[in-house]
């Protein structure tokens, strides 16, 4: 059994305005998922691709317009109460924690709300603030907490009753860099413990670093759906041919850009020498044309590769 199923999912989010004109936006459209259990499962997409939309539904916090969705085989409209009990959630953000308590107190209070024996709600509340690095403000209040402290303690109150699957939506925006790090290096130690995490992220890297599995949604449908190498290797519709000249070639980028089958061309220096990074289809071949553009010698470098996570992500989207 998956740990999540999603069949035909559909979300639509209506809204009247002042003149009493109705107006509905699709936020999730016919997506089917499946995510085996304890996998580090990412999904991409920009922004109101309906990321989040599908992480509420599967958390139960959303009811989804038609189609079907279960957690660990519990259907999360009729049996949304099992799914809770199985689940954590990680939203972020300033809300959900309460300022004028400590960290330690905001899990004692969140422990009480699950009804957890006290000697049980003791023993983990150590355990996650020992997990997350938080044991050091064992009296300062959340207020006075930094963002990235603040997003340590919303990881450690989705992990409290030690849930089979975890969401995580975008745990590191807005983080500094040690911060993003801190939390980054938490996720695959949860998944070496048995836990499925199902995250959404902006940051390529992070995805590519983490994820198992990746599905890239766009306006709500389903665009691209395997591993981070076969997402660069067989979904992106581009190779990237590398190129490093001795010495600058004047006009050199913008004849290359102006080629029939080019989609773009970056350009930057280092050490005097000129790298260009060409964007184009599979058969692409620049050997000949440089042969006839560029003196012999000339060519430091000339290599053709897959794209990076990012550069797969940009081709799938346009």
């Known amino acids: 059994m998956n740990a999540i199923e999603c069949e035909n999912l559909r979300r639509v989010y209506t809204s009247r305005s002042l003149l009493g004109q109705s107006r509905s936006t699709v936020a999730l459209d016919a997506l089917d998922l499946s995510v085996s ?6 999904i991409l997409g920009p922004n109101g691709a309906g990321k989040t939309t599908a992480i509420r539904i599967l958390a139960t916090l959303l009811i989804p317009t038609s189609g079907q969705a279960s957690v660990l085989g519990f259907d999360v409209v009729q049996q949304s ?6 689940i954590g959630l990680v939203l972020g953000g300033e809300r959900g924690l309460y300022g004028r308590l400590s960290g330690r107190d905001n899990l004692r209070y969140f422990a009480a709300l699950n009804q957890m024996n006290r000697g049980d709600a003791r023993r983990r509340i150590s355990e996650l603030l020992e997990l997350v ?3 050091d403000q064992p009296k300062t209040l959340v207020e006075e907490y930094s963002r990235g402290m603040k997003q340590r303690l919303h990881l450690a109150r989705g992990l409290l009753m030690d849930p089979e699957v975890l969401f995580l939506d975008e745990p590191t925006i807005g983080l500094d860099p040690v ?3 801190e939390i980054r290096q938490m996720v695959p130690t949860l998944a070496r413990g048995g836990t499925t ?3 959404t992220t ?7 670093t983490l994820c198992d599995s990746i599905a890239i949604i766009n306006k709500g449908r389903l665009a691209a759906l395997g591993t981070p190498a076969e997402i660069k290797g067989r979904f992106s519709r581009i190779k990237i041919t590398q190129i490093t000249l001795k010495t600058p070639a004047p006009g050199l980028r913008d004849e290359i850009e102006a080629l029939e089958d080019v989609q773009r061309v970056t350009e930057g220096t280092e050490d005097a020498m000129q790298q260009m990074v060409v964007h184009g289809p599979p058969d692409l071949d620049l050997n000949e044309f440089l042969q006839d553009k560029v003196p012999d010698g000339e060519i430091v470098s000339y290599l053709v590769r897959d794209p990076t996570l990012e550069e797969a992500y940009m081709s799938i989207l346009n």
Do not use: C, I, P, S
Not at 37 to 42: A, D, E, I, L, W
Not at 81 to 86: A, G, P, T
């Open 202 to 208: 902006h940051y390529m890297f992070e995805a590519d």
């Open 37 to 42: 259990r304890g996998q580090v499962f990412g």
């Open 133 to 135: 690095g938080l044991t």
């Open 179 to 181: 911060g993003a790090h």
């Open 81 to 86: 109460n099992e799914v809770r009990k199985r």
């Open 197 to 199: 995490v199902l995250l």
